[in-house]
């Protein structure tokens, strides 16, 4: 069960409010194309792994970075 939440961190975008991006989702996978695309994806989840064990991603982190946007 997902907790409710008063605030997202991120906003989500207009496509994929429309659904776009899950359509889009759906048929890149009965293509076949997510598997073949996934060795240039690979750097992108390799960065994201590290800022998640360095805890970029923790809640004072995003705290931090919320402050500094509205300066």
Do not use: C, E, W
């Amino acid at each position: 069960m997902t907790r409710v939440r008063l605030f997202r961190y991120r906003r989500p975008s207009v496509k994929t409010l429309l659904g776009v991006t899950k359509a889009k989702k759906r048929i890149k996978k009965q293509l076949g194309i997510t598997a073949a695309m996934r060795p240039f994806r690979a750097p992108g989840n390799a960065k994201r792994h590290v800022l998640r064990k360095v805890g970029y991603y923790s809640s004072p982190m995003k705290f931090l970075r919320f402050l500094s946007r509205i300066r």
